[in-house]
Protein backbone atom coordinates (compact mmCIF):
# COMPACT_ATOMS: atom_id res chain seq x y z
CA UNK A 1 0.00 0.00 0.00
CA UNK A 2 1.73 3.61 -0.84
CA UNK A 3 0.70 6.90 -0.31
CA UNK A 4 -2.35 7.84 -1.63
CA UNK A 5 -2.91 9.97 -4.90
CA UNK A 6 -4.85 13.16 -4.52
CA UNK A 7 -6.28 12.53 -8.51
CA UNK A 8 -10.16 11.52 -8.73
CA UNK A 9 -11.80 8.37 -10.67
CA UNK A 10 -12.00 10.56 -13.83
CA UNK A 11 -8.00 11.24 -13.59
CA UNK A 12 -7.11 7.79 -12.43
CA UNK A 13 -8.91 6.56 -16.03
CA UNK A 14 -7.11 9.37 -18.08
CA UNK A 15 -3.76 8.10 -16.39
CA UNK A 16 -4.31 4.79 -17.56
CA UNK A 17 -5.22 5.89 -21.10
CA UNK A 18 -1.99 7.74 -21.28
CA UNK A 19 -0.11 4.78 -19.91
CA UNK A 20 -1.51 2.28 -22.18
CA UNK A 21 -2.98 4.51 -25.26
CA UNK A 22 -3.68 0.94 -26.45
CA UNK A 23 -7.00 0.66 -24.21
CA UNK A 24 -8.03 4.27 -25.39
CA UNK A 25 -11.15 2.56 -27.36
CA UNK A 26 -12.13 0.51 -24.57
CA UNK A 27 -12.09 4.10 -22.30
CA UNK A 28 -16.41 3.92 -22.19
CA UNK A 29 -16.32 0.33 -21.67
CA UNK A 30 -13.92 1.01 -18.34
CA UNK A 31 -16.28 4.14 -17.78
CA UNK A 32 -19.32 1.88 -17.91
CA UNK A 33 -17.32 -0.62 -15.51
CA UNK A 34 -16.55 2.03 -12.90
CA UNK A 35 -19.92 3.11 -12.97
CA UNK A 36 -22.00 -0.26 -12.59
CA UNK A 37 -19.33 -1.61 -9.79
CA UNK A 38 -19.59 1.94 -7.83
CA UNK A 39 -23.77 2.01 -8.30
CA UNK A 40 -23.85 -1.51 -7.28
CA UNK A 41 -21.18 -0.72 -3.78
CA UNK A 42 -22.83 2.61 -3.12
CA UNK A 43 -26.63 0.13 -2.81
CA UNK A 44 -24.88 -1.87 0.15
CA UNK A 45 -24.25 -4.74 -2.44
CA UNK A 46 -21.41 -6.94 -2.86
CA UNK A 47 -18.56 -8.15 -5.91
CA UNK A 48 -18.47 -12.27 -7.05
CA UNK A 49 -15.51 -12.73 -9.05
CA UNK A 50 -14.26 -15.54 -10.90
CA UNK A 51 -11.82 -17.09 -13.82
CA UNK A 52 -9.64 -20.10 -15.09
CA UNK A 53 -6.07 -20.39 -14.47
CA UNK A 54 -4.35 -16.61 -14.71
CA UNK A 55 -7.95 -15.28 -14.76
CA UNK A 56 -8.96 -16.92 -11.31
CA UNK A 57 -5.61 -15.08 -10.37
CA UNK A 58 -6.60 -11.47 -11.30
CA UNK A 59 -10.69 -12.40 -9.20
CA UNK A 60 -8.69 -13.31 -6.39
CA UNK A 61 -5.91 -9.94 -7.19
CA UNK A 62 -9.35 -7.93 -7.76
CA UNK A 63 -10.81 -8.85 -3.96
CA UNK A 64 -7.61 -8.59 -2.44
CA UNK A 65 -7.08 -4.78 -3.44
CA UNK A 66 -10.78 -3.98 -2.70
CA UNK A 67 -10.98 -5.77 0.45
CA UNK A 68 -9.02 -3.96 2.16
CA UNK A 69 -6.58 -0.79 1.64
CA UNK A 70 -4.88 -0.02 -1.56
CA UNK A 71 -3.52 3.52 -2.12
CA UNK A 72 -4.68 5.27 1.20
CA UNK A 73 -5.75 3.96 4.60
CA UNK A 74 -9.42 3.29 4.83
CA UNK A 75 -9.82 4.17 9.08
CA UNK A 76 -13.72 2.83 10.27
CA UNK A 77 -15.93 5.81 10.80
CA UNK A 78 -16.60 6.65 13.64
CA UNK A 79 -20.27 5.18 13.89
CA UNK A 80 -18.38 1.76 13.40
CA UNK A 81 -15.75 2.84 15.78
CA UNK A 82 -18.22 3.12 18.25
CA UNK A 83 -19.19 -0.55 18.39
CA UNK A 84 -15.63 -1.96 20.07
CA UNK A 85 -16.76 0.09 23.28
CA UNK A 86 -18.25 -3.38 24.12
CA UNK A 87 -14.60 -5.22 24.48
CA UNK A 88 -13.71 -5.25 27.41
CA UNK A 89 -9.95 -5.43 26.80
CA UNK A 90 -8.90 -2.18 26.36
CA UNK A 91 -5.59 -2.77 24.66
CA UNK A 92 -7.21 -5.31 21.83
CA UNK A 93 -9.95 -2.52 21.36
CA UNK A 94 -7.13 0.01 20.18
CA UNK A 95 -5.25 -2.53 18.53
CA UNK A 96 -8.37 -3.67 16.39
CA UNK A 97 -9.42 0.36 15.76
CA UNK A 98 -5.46 0.92 15.09
CA UNK A 99 -5.41 -2.19 11.84
CA UNK A 100 -9.12 -2.53 10.66
CA UNK A 101 -9.98 -0.78 7.27
CA UNK A 102 -13.40 -0.19 5.47
CA UNK A 103 -13.68 -2.68 2.84
CA UNK A 104 -15.49 -2.91 -0.33
CA UNK A 105 -17.43 -6.13 0.32
CA UNK A 106 -16.00 -8.71 -2.61
CA UNK A 107 -15.52 -12.81 -2.45
CA UNK A 108 -13.19 -14.55 -4.82
CA UNK A 109 -15.61 -17.95 -6.05
CA UNK A 110 -12.06 -19.60 -7.16
CA UNK A 111 -10.76 -19.84 -4.03
CA UNK A 112 -13.24 -22.37 -2.16
CA UNK A 113 -11.24 -25.42 -2.93
CA UNK A 114 -13.29 -28.03 -0.35
CA UNK A 115 -16.15 -26.56 -2.18
CA UNK A 116 -15.42 -26.44 -5.66
CA UNK A 117 -14.49 -30.21 -5.07
CA UNK A 118 -17.13 -31.42 -3.40
CA UNK A 119 -19.39 -29.53 -6.13
CA UNK A 120 -17.32 -31.05 -8.80
CA UNK A 121 -17.66 -34.36 -7.23
CA UNK A 122 -21.56 -34.21 -6.44
CA UNK A 123 -23.16 -32.71 -9.41
CA UNK A 124 -20.75 -31.47 -12.44
CA UNK A 125 -17.07 -30.19 -12.60
CA UNK A 126 -18.29 -26.83 -14.38
CA UNK A 127 -20.88 -25.89 -11.97
CA UNK A 128 -18.56 -24.43 -9.17
CA UNK A 129 -18.88 -20.73 -9.77
CA UNK A 130 -23.07 -21.25 -10.96
CA UNK A 131 -23.39 -23.14 -7.55
CA UNK A 132 -21.99 -20.15 -5.34
CA UNK A 133 -23.83 -17.45 -7.50
CA UNK A 134 -26.61 -19.65 -6.28
CA UNK A 135 -25.54 -18.69 -2.23
CA UNK A 136 -23.64 -15.89 -2.29
CA UNK A 137 -25.79 -13.81 -4.75
CA UNK A 138 -28.76 -11.60 -4.19
CA UNK A 139 -30.20 -9.01 -6.66
CA UNK A 140 -28.15 -5.89 -6.98
CA UNK A 141 -24.78 -7.55 -7.18
CA UNK A 142 -22.52 -8.09 -9.28
CA UNK A 143 -20.74 -10.80 -10.91
CA UNK A 144 -17.74 -9.78 -12.34
CA UNK A 145 -16.60 -12.64 -14.95
CA UNK A 146 -12.81 -12.88 -16.37
CA UNK A 147 -12.12 -14.99 -19.68
CA UNK A 148 -9.59 -14.30 -22.35
CA UNK A 149 -11.42 -16.12 -25.13
CA UNK A 150 -14.94 -15.53 -22.97
CA UNK A 151 -15.42 -19.17 -23.93
CA UNK A 152 -14.97 -20.56 -20.00
CA UNK A 153 -18.06 -22.66 -19.68
CA UNK A 154 -17.88 -22.77 -15.64
CA UNK A 155 -18.07 -18.75 -16.20
CA UNK A 156 -20.47 -18.29 -18.63
CA UNK A 157 -22.98 -21.01 -16.51
CA UNK A 158 -22.18 -18.43 -13.60
CA UNK A 159 -22.88 -15.56 -15.42
CA UNK A 160 -26.05 -17.02 -16.73
CA UNK A 161 -27.39 -18.05 -13.17
CA UNK A 162 -26.72 -14.60 -12.25
CA UNK A 163 -28.65 -13.03 -14.80
CA UNK A 164 -31.71 -15.19 -13.93
CA UNK A 165 -31.23 -13.95 -10.67
CA UNK A 166 -31.00 -10.54 -10.69
CA UNK A 167 -27.45 -9.68 -10.61
CA UNK A 168 -25.19 -7.73 -12.90
CA UNK A 169 -22.78 -9.27 -15.11
CA UNK A 170 -19.47 -7.70 -15.60
CA UNK A 171 -17.40 -9.47 -18.50
CA UNK A 172 -13.65 -8.88 -18.91
CA UNK A 173 -12.84 -10.54 -22.37
CA UNK A 174 -10.29 -10.04 -25.31
CA UNK A 175 -11.49 -8.38 -28.50
CA UNK A 176 -13.97 -10.91 -30.09
CA UNK A 177 -17.40 -11.27 -29.16
CA UNK A 178 -18.17 -14.13 -26.87
CA UNK A 179 -20.92 -15.98 -25.17
CA UNK A 180 -19.80 -14.48 -21.74
CA UNK A 181 -19.64 -10.66 -23.65
CA UNK A 182 -23.48 -11.07 -25.11
CA UNK A 183 -24.51 -12.50 -21.38
CA UNK A 184 -22.68 -9.37 -19.74
CA UNK A 185 -24.63 -5.78 -18.93
CA UNK A 186 -20.81 -4.23 -19.44
CA UNK A 187 -18.57 -6.09 -21.51
CA UNK A 188 -14.41 -5.05 -21.40
CA UNK A 189 -13.36 -6.46 -24.69
CA UNK A 190 -9.29 -5.54 -24.83
CA UNK A 191 -7.92 -4.84 -28.32
CA UNK A 192 -5.97 -8.65 -27.83
CA UNK A 193 -6.51 -12.05 -28.60
CA UNK A 194 -3.23 -13.98 -27.39
CA UNK A 195 -4.35 -15.11 -23.74
CA UNK A 196 -1.21 -13.20 -22.15
CA UNK A 197 -1.41 -10.09 -24.25
CA UNK A 198 -5.21 -9.73 -22.98
CA UNK A 199 -4.07 -10.67 -19.48
CA UNK A 200 -1.93 -7.67 -19.53
CA UNK A 201 -4.83 -5.47 -20.68
CA UNK A 202 -6.97 -7.14 -18.13
CA UNK A 203 -4.42 -6.03 -14.94
CA UNK A 204 -4.13 -2.75 -15.67
CA UNK A 205 -7.96 -1.91 -16.17
CA UNK A 206 -8.78 -3.49 -13.13
CA UNK A 207 -6.26 -1.36 -11.59
CA UNK A 208 -7.33 1.45 -12.36
CA UNK A 209 -11.46 0.24 -11.24
CA UNK A 210 -9.93 -0.80 -8.04
CA UNK A 211 -8.30 3.05 -7.64
CA UNK A 212 -11.18 4.55 -9.09
CA UNK A 213 -13.58 2.65 -6.68
CA UNK A 214 -11.12 3.46 -3.78
CA UNK A 215 -10.78 6.55 -4.94
CA UNK A 216 -14.85 7.40 -4.68
CA UNK A 217 -15.33 5.76 -1.45
CA UNK A 218 -12.67 6.67 0.68
CA UNK A 219 -10.93 9.72 -0.37
CA UNK A 220 -8.49 11.11 2.29
CA UNK A 221 -9.21 13.53 4.60
CA UNK A 222 -8.69 17.17 3.29
CA UNK A 223 -6.95 19.67 4.43
CA UNK A 224 -9.73 21.35 6.22
CA UNK A 225 -9.83 17.89 8.23
CA UNK A 226 -12.89 16.76 6.88
CA UNK A 227 -13.77 13.50 5.40
CA UNK A 228 -14.29 13.12 1.87
CA UNK A 229 -15.45 9.36 2.05
CA UNK A 230 -18.25 9.06 -0.66
CA UNK A 231 -19.90 6.06 1.91
CA UNK A 232 -21.42 8.75 3.67
CA UNK A 233 -22.37 11.03 0.57
CA UNK A 234 -25.41 13.48 1.32
CA UNK A 235 -25.05 13.17 5.31
CA UNK A 236 -22.33 16.38 5.65
CA UNK A 237 -18.95 16.61 7.17
CA UNK A 238 -20.16 15.83 10.86
CA UNK A 239 -18.07 13.86 13.13
CA UNK A 240 -20.43 10.66 12.38
CA UNK A 241 -18.87 10.65 9.37
CA UNK A 242 -14.99 11.08 10.14
CA UNK A 243 -12.29 7.86 10.47
CA UNK A 244 -12.23 6.85 13.53
CA UNK A 245 -8.91 8.33 13.87
CA UNK A 246 -9.54 12.06 12.97
CA UNK A 247 -13.16 11.84 14.82
CA UNK A 248 -13.64 14.16 18.30
CA UNK A 249 -15.42 10.93 19.38
CA UNK A 250 -12.04 9.19 19.72
CA UNK A 251 -11.14 11.21 22.33
CA UNK A 252 -14.26 11.83 24.13
CA UNK A 253 -13.95 7.52 24.13
CA UNK A 254 -10.58 7.99 25.61
CA UNK A 255 -11.62 10.44 28.43
CA UNK A 256 -14.00 7.96 29.76
CA UNK A 257 -13.86 6.13 32.43
CA UNK A 258 -13.86 2.80 30.99
CA UNK A 259 -10.64 0.35 31.38
CA UNK A 260 -7.98 2.58 31.10
CA UNK A 261 -9.85 5.53 30.30
CA UNK A 262 -7.74 8.81 30.42
CA UNK A 263 -4.27 7.28 30.76
CA UNK A 264 -4.51 5.40 27.15
CA UNK A 265 -4.60 8.14 24.95
CA UNK A 266 -1.08 8.81 24.60
CA UNK A 267 -0.67 5.10 23.82
CA UNK A 268 -3.43 5.63 21.81
CA UNK A 269 -2.02 9.15 19.88
CA UNK A 270 1.18 7.01 19.35
CA UNK A 271 -0.59 4.25 17.68
CA UNK A 272 -2.28 6.66 14.97
CA UNK A 273 0.71 8.85 14.83
CA UNK A 274 3.15 5.96 13.68
CA UNK A 275 0.37 4.69 11.13
CA UNK A 276 0.32 8.53 9.38
CA UNK A 277 4.10 7.98 9.38
CA UNK A 278 3.96 4.81 7.81
CA UNK A 279 1.82 6.38 5.12
CA UNK A 280 4.21 9.55 4.02
CA UNK A 281 7.49 8.33 5.19
CA UNK A 282 7.81 4.25 4.54
CA UNK A 283 11.76 4.45 5.42
CA UNK A 284 11.35 5.77 8.31
CA UNK A 285 8.93 3.56 9.99
CA UNK A 286 10.35 0.78 8.38
CA UNK A 287 13.96 2.21 10.34
CA UNK A 288 11.95 2.14 13.27
CA UNK A 289 10.57 -1.28 13.89
CA UNK A 290 14.28 -2.34 12.91
CA UNK A 291 14.85 -0.28 15.94
CA UNK A 292 11.83 -1.78 17.88
CA UNK A 293 12.99 -5.44 17.24
CA UNK A 294 16.65 -4.84 18.35
CA UNK A 295 15.12 -3.37 21.41
CA UNK A 296 12.33 -4.66 22.60
CA UNK A 297 11.61 -3.06 25.52
Partial sequence: MTGART????????????RRPELE????????????????????????????????????HIVGELMKGMSRRRPLPRREAAAFDVLASGEQRDYLLAHLEQA?????????????????????????????VVGYGRPGDVLWG???????????????????????VLAFTGHAPSTLSELADVAVRVPAIATPHVQEFHISI????????????????DATGLSTNNVNKGKGFTD??????????????????????RARRVGLQRVFRQQQRRETDPGHYRAVQRADLQHPG
Avoid at 157 to 166: K, N, P, V
Avoid at 206 to 221: D, G, K, W
Fill in 7 to 18: VGPDGILAGLIE
Fill in 25 to 60: PVTGQVQAAFELLRDSFAGGHKLLACGNGGSAADAG
Fill in 104 to 132: LPSIDLGSHQALLSAIGNDTAGDMGFAQQ
Fill in 146 to 168: LSTSGRSRNVNLAAATARARGLS
Fill in 206 to 221: YHALCEMLETFFFARI
Fill in 240 to 261: ENLPYHQSQTRHDWLDRGGPGG
